[in-house]
């Protein structure tokens, strides 16, 4: 099987490659390392460079062997994205247009798509399914909704498949302890906290503790790294008996956590205490964002097996403690 992964040295890229690799495959990783980590794929063939140059792609794309694409190159921070729409639009819509307009050419077996919550905006119903209005109220997740509409169109005139995987709050680190979460800029709740504790940053700031929620914080829904790496995997074995099918799907674990309820499920699992103060809210920050994953479940017969939050946090302290400054080189 042919798989390129798109973005594949990235946090979420990086732990689906090893995955496929797990698996026996050979994936072929496209990223320029912008934000990834060569050390993060071990052996595996990286091409460094644009995802929507047609050079690139042609490269990773054998005659003789039609690929899957998984698409995760992609920039993901949502303060970013306000402050600075036009990279979110080049990078996350107008580059992955291009890349669609290539592969509509080339006979690839399908697109699996890393979409995110940010697609709903502010929730109306709690838990929120994939047929939820969405409104985004950035332009990250505006670039994403736009890119799966777009799946959608080609879908139907062109005949590619694709499934788009909506990530709520991806998290943890592969239990080996091996590769993880390394942002240069790092901006997630559950590594900042590990950051705090090994005394990379001063403390940790709480955004917020005046949302209508049962502390006053955000709640939200935290979905192990491995767990989303699985659902690509089924969603590449739909692909190949479902050609040409087309579908979306949400990925959490449907269990709520506060902000406060994270810090103290960190200093547990740490055994450490973490040094925090309350804040501001963050703008864009919806209340509470819990997902029903029912669809994938059903569909797919997708399993969490990492649902717990103490695994979440166990798994990411691992890597965080034996990697304090992260992958060594880019
Ligand atoms: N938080 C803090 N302090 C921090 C960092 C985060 O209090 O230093 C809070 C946030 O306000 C939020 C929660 O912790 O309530 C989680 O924040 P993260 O930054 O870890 O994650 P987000 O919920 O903001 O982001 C996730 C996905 C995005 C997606 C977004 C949709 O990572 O890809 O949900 O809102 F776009």
Known sequence: MSVIVTGGAGYIGSHIVKRLVEMGEAPIVIDDLSEGHRDSIGECRLIIGDFSDPEVLGKAIADDDPPFIIHMAAN???????????????????????????????????IVFSSSAAVYGEPKEIPIKENHPQDPTNPYGETK??????????????????????????????????????????????????????????????FGDDYPTYDGTCIRDYIHVMDLAEAHILAMVFLE?????????????????SVLEVIEMVKRVTGRDVPVKIGKRRQGDPAVLLAS?????????????????????????????????????K
């Open 76 to 110: 993901s921070l949502v303060g970013e994205s306000i402050v600075n729409p036009s990279k979110y639009y080049e990078n996350n819509l107008i580059k992955s247009l291009r890349m669609l307009d290539f592969l509509r050419e080339e006979k690839v077996k399908g």
């Open 145 to 206: 909704l736009s890119f799966e509409r777009a799946l959608e169109w080609y879908r139907r005139s062109y005949s590619i498949g694709y499934v788009s995987l909506r990530y709520f709050n991806a998290a943890g680190a592969d239990p080996d302890g091996t590769i993880g979460e390394n942002h240069a800029d790092e901006t997630h709740l559950i590594p900042r906290l590990l950051l705090a504790i090994l005394g990379r940053i001063e403390s940790v700031e709480v």
């Open 241 to 257: 008996r479902n050609r040409g099918a087309g579908r979306i799907f949400n990925l959490g674990n449907g269990e709520g956590f």
């Open 293 to 329: 994953s029912a669809k994938i479940v059903e569909e797919l017969r997708w399993k969490a097996r990492f649902p717990s939050l103490a695994d979440i946090i166990e798994t990411a302290w691992k890597w965080h403690r034996a990697h304090p400054e992260g992958y060594k080189k």
